[in-house]
């Protein structure tokens, strides 16, 4: 009876938690378009062979289950980063060079959600913002909603919705449609996570993630932290969570991956941002 007892405490469904592994990682134009070209802007080069090398190698080192990227120009190059055998990929159908997806664990299985598209306000206008990509993961029965945004650059601490500040007036023209998505995720009791270059510090008292979590509460992985990628910083890269991801994320096991390659040079040759991961223990 003991050994009877023993044996279904092993196999209760407390014992079968796992961990999921989630990163962010902002891969800074990674396209293979050539440089000059009317969609890159003056200066910037595309990467050479042996530097998408190395982000793979990265890549396969920061093992993730899922990695929400941005700055990557179409499934066939982010396929050179995420190895199809590992990962499947999921990209917005943005028409941009700078676009926003998942790599996913093959292992993993998910669906597809629309593109949140009312992120580009510039949608009529001969350059856009980036939409952000939207997916559910089926982990055994286990739903979570991951959302991968790249937001307005240019506001990192500013004052938002400021028309003399043209990249903090679009940021804070974002902001409502971001909390139009966490307020529709928390009026169906989902588990939600989002992930990716939000562009703002976000420090304690920020406008932006407080008024983010007006309709629910939110946890972000990165709160009260400074980020120790390129001679350290604020995070712009962040997981925030909602419902009851917010229990599952394992803050404490936040990790910055550092390149081992620290002359400036390497920072516009991979990127200028690090991948960011954090652990889900999941019921």
Same mark, same amino acid.
């Given at each position: 009876?003991?050994m *009877?007892?023993?044996? /279904?405490?092993?196999?209760?469904p407390?014992? $079968? +938690?796992?961990?999921?592994k !989630?990163?962010?990682?902002?891969l800074?134009?990674?396209?293979?378009?050539?440089?000059?070209?009317?969609?890159?802007?003056?200066? @910037? =080069?595309?990467?050479?062979?042996?530097?998408i +090398?190395?982000l793979?190698?990265?890549a396969?080192? #920061?093992? %993730?289950?899922? @990695?929400?990227?941005?700055?990557?120009?179409g499934?066939?190059?982010?396929a050179?980063?995420?190895?199809p055998?590992?990962? =499947?990929?999921?990209?917005t159908?943005d028409?941009?060079v700078?676009?926003?997806?998942?790599?996913?664990? =093959?292992?993993?299985?998910?669906? %597809?959600?629309p593109?949140l598209?009312? *992120?580009d306000?510039?949608?009529?206008a001969?350059?856009?913002?980036?939409? %952000?990509?939207?997916i559910?993961?089926?982990?055994?029965?286990?739903?979570?909603r991951? /959302?991968?945004?790249?937001?307005?650059?240019?506001?990192r601490?500013?004052?938002?919705?400021?028309? =003399?500040?043209?990249?903090? &007036?679009?940021?804070?023209? $974002?902001?409502p449609?971001? $909390?139009?998505?966490?307020?529709k995720?928390?009026?169906?009791?989902? +588990?939600?996570?989002?992930?990716?270059?939000?562009?703002?510090?976000?420090q304690p008292?920020?406008?932006?993630?407080t008024?983010?979590?007006?309709?629910?509460? !939110?946890?972000?992985?990165?709160?009260?932290?400074?980020?120790?990628?390129?001679?350290g910083g604020?995070?712009l890269?962040?997981?925030?969570?909602?419902?009851?991801a917010?229990?599952?994320? $394992?803050?404490?096991?936040?990790?910055?991956?550092l390149y081992?390659?620290?002359?400036?040079?390497?920072?516009?040759r991979?990127s200028?941002h690090c991948?960011?991961s954090?652990? #889900? &223990?999941?019921?």
């Open positions: 009876m003991r *009877l007892l023993l044996i /279904l405490l092993l196999i209760s407390a014992a $079968q +938690a796992s961990d999921l !989630l990163a962010a990682w902002n800074s134009w990674l396209t293979l378009r050539p440089a000059g070209g009317a969609d890159l802007p003056e200066g @910037v =080069r595309p990467k050479r062979p042996e530097d +090398a190395i793979r190698g990265y396969l080192a #920061l093992d %993730a289950d899922v @990695v929400a990227f941005s700055e990557v120009d499934p066939e190059i982010a050179q980063v995420f190895p055998e590992r990962y =499947r990929i999921h990209i159908n028409q941009v700078q676009r926003a997806g998942f790599a996913v664990r =093959r292992t993993i299985a998910f669906t %597809a959600n593109d598209l009312g *992120l306000l510039y949608a009529h001969r350059y856009h913002l980036r939409s %952000a990509a939207d559910t993961l089926d982990l055994s029965g286990v739903k979570l991951l /959302l991968a945004v790249h937001l307005k650059s240019g506001c601490d500013g004052t938002l919705g400021d028309t =003399r500040d043209a990249a903090c &007036h679009t940021l804070g023209g $974002q902001l449609i971001l $909390q139009d998505w966490v307020t995720r928390a009026a169906e009791g989902a +588990a939600f996570i989002m992930m990716g270059d939000f562009n703002r510090w976000m008292g920020d406008p932006f993630f008024r983010l979590s007006t309709a629910t509460s !939110l946890t972000r992985a990165t709160e009260g932290l400074h980020s120790p990628c390129w001679g604020g995070f890269d962040h997981l925030v969570a909602g419902g009851a917010r229990e599952w994320m $394992q803050v404490q096991t936040l990790r910055v991956m081992r390659e620290t002359a400036m040079a390497w920072k516009e991979l200028d991948p960011v954090v652990k #889900l &223990h999941l019921p």
